[in-house]
């Protein structure tokens, strides 16, 4: 079996025993020339357990013009079975002048103090220390032993415990900086490559227990459909193109679909709910568009798209706000618990959380929104910049002596909720002098009495 990194797949079939070194040799080469050209030449480090798996594809490697180094990761669960593996690792390595780099984890600690399980503690661990090596060292790949069998256990893991598309296309050929060249290959083909070149490996004595999803899945289910069907790994294998191929499409749908419907705005993403509740099957994009942003309370989201206008879904670091006619992401502001700032009379700029300027002018040119004129002399200092709060009053400029409350003046102004949390309000003692970016309180103008006149300016 041999899947190209396009998707799509081609089987082999080794005939000849004696033949199989040259023959996995050669067909590793091939897909290697022919998917990932650009390898020659770079630096590649091989992600070795000491497994037959990763002994494997270093045997392989380590017979092709490639500059090859070692990384192993002793995550010190199994006593001294994990140290023999190590040291077997680096013996290997050494005795064949290949660079070796090696690490130990305490990884119960990590998983009891992070609240992971083992196994995601150690991948955890494992991934960052490899992306680590790659910058400290200038690697510029990582490559792991990924087989087909893993590929199906992967598939049938994802479909147990209940996945979406993205879950049954497998597991890519390449990922960013991680490539995984043994996909084409199955386990029995490894462990005839093994057998056949006298390769010496570790057995992980835990991969015996079906304690683990995957060893239950590897030892009892696949087994079953191996049986029903000699040839199902190939079958699997074909079923997993078309489904890699679907996606394809509904990724290129997506897209189409997203530059209808989506508009950036600043770091918000407004989604038009008419034009998305048109589409027949709008939960479907609304999955696609909002995973990457966190998101995992799917119904919650589906309802929250018809459902009152000011209703939120959080993920970690983002919300999807319900306003009027759209639905908003948005970063959530950390910052958001610092409510006030204080400004004296000597400061000339501020910097945080606004851009703001002031600066004595000898006369007024044309407000806006970014820049108002005021009576220097009505203000006590220190000023305050500061969030606003439910009964906030203040008097819109021209209009003198009426009041309105700032929840009225932003509902006027259709404010969303989130436009609403970023208002900064300027004031001078009790009074509003500003809805920063919106309107001056009447209060503050200038008039022909005004001996001194401050402009305030929102700046970039």
């Known amino acids: 079996m041999f899947t190209q990194s396009q998707g799509d797949a081609r089987s082999f079939t080794i005939i000849q025993r004696n033949s199989l070194h040259l023959a996995m040799l050669g067909m590793l080469q091939e897909h290697l020339d022919e998917n990932f050209p650009f390898l020659k030449g770079r630096k590649l480090l091989l992600a070795v357990s000491g497994g037959m798996d990763s002994m494997v594809m270093l045997d392989l490697m380590r017979q092709l013009p490639y500059d090859i180094a070692v990384?192993?990761?002793?995550?010190?669960?199994?006593?001294?079975?994990?140290?023999?593996?190590?040291?077997?690792?680096?013996?290997?390595?050494?005795?064949?002048?290949i660079p070796v780099f090696t690490t130990r984890f305490d990884t119960l600690t990590f998983a009891e103090d992070y609240k992971l399980s083992v196994?995601?503690?150690?991948?955890?661990?494992?991934?960052?220390?490899?992306?680590?090596?790659?910058?400290?060292?200038?690697?510029?790949?990582l490559l792991t032993a990924h087989h087909a069998d893993d590929n199906l256990e992967t598939f049938l893991i994802n479909l147990i415990r209940g996945t979406g598309l993205d879950g049954l296309t497998g597991i890519p050929v390449l990922n960013h900086k991680i490539i995984r060249p043994l996909l084409g290959f199955s386990r029995i083909d490894l462990v005839l490559h093994a057998n056949e070149s006298k390769l010496q490996w570790s057995e992980d004595s835990s991969n015996a227990s079906d304690k683990y999803l995957r060893n239950k899945i590897r030892h009892d289910l696949i087994p079953v459909f191996k049986a029903l069907n000699p040839s199902f790994l190939d079958s699997f294998e074909k079923?997993?193109?078309?489904?890699?191929?679907?996606?394809?499409?509904?990724?290129?749908?997506?897209?189409?679909?997203?530059?209808?419907?989506?508009?950036?705005?600043?770091?918000?993403?407004?989604?038009?709910?008419?034009?998305?509740?048109?589409?027949?099957?709008?939960?479907?994009?609304?999955?696609?568009?909002?995973?990457?942003?966190?998101?995992?309370?799917?119904?919650?989201?589906?309802?929250?798209?018809?459902?009152?206008?000011?209703?939120?879904?959080?993920?970690?670091?983002?919300?999807?706000?319900?306003?009027?006619?759209?639905?908003?992401?948005?970063?959530?502001?950390?910052?958001?618990?610092?409510?006030?700032?204080?400004?004296?009379?000597?400061?000339?700029?501020?910097?945080?959380?606004?851009?703001?300027?002031?600066?004595?002018?000898?006369?007024?040119?044309?407000?806006?929104n970014s820049v108002i004129f005021v009576d220097a002399e009505q203000l006590e200092y220190p000023l305050v910049l500061r969030k606003w709060q439910t009964g906030d009053i203040f008097q819109p400029l021209g209009m003198q002596g009426q009041s309105k409350k700032v929840s009225k003046f932003f509902k006027d102004e259709k404010l969303s909720l989130i436009d609403k949390e970023k208002a900064w309000l300027l004031c001078s003692a009790s009074k509003i002098l500003w809805i920063v970016g919106f309107r001056q309180d009447e209060r503050f103008k200038v008039t022909s009495k005004t001996q001194k006149i401050l402009k305030i300016e929102v700046t970039p």
């Open 71 to 97: 990384a192993h990761c002793n995550f010190q669960l199994r006593g001294e079975e994990s140290d023999q593996d190590e040291i077997f690792v680096k013996s290997f390595a050494e005795q064949h002048k």
């Open 239 to 368: 079923t997993q193109s078309y489904l890699q191929q679907s996606k394809a499409m509904a990724d290129d749908a997506s897209v189409m679909v997203y530059q209808q419907v989506a508009v950036a705005k600043g770091n918000e993403i407004h989604f038009n709910l008419k034009k998305l509740l048109q589409l027949p099957n709008y939960t479907s994009y609304l999955y696609q568009w909002l995973k990457e942003f966190g998101f995992s309370a799917w119904d919650d989201i589906y309802a929250l798209s018809k459902g009152q206008s000011g209703k939120q879904v959080f993920s970690t670091h983002y919300r999807l706000l319900k306003d009027r006619k759209v639905l908003i992401v948005a970063p959530i502001d950390n910052a958001a618990s610092v409510t006030e700032f204080y400004i004296d009379s000597q400061q000339a700029d501020v910097n945080f959380p606004l851009n703001l300027s002031f600066s004595l002018v000898a006369d007024i040119s044309a407000a806006s």
């Open 119 to 141: 196994q995601v503690a150690a991948r955890e661990l494992r991934y960052n220390w490899f992306y680590e090596l790659l910058e400290t060292g200038n690697y510029d790949y």
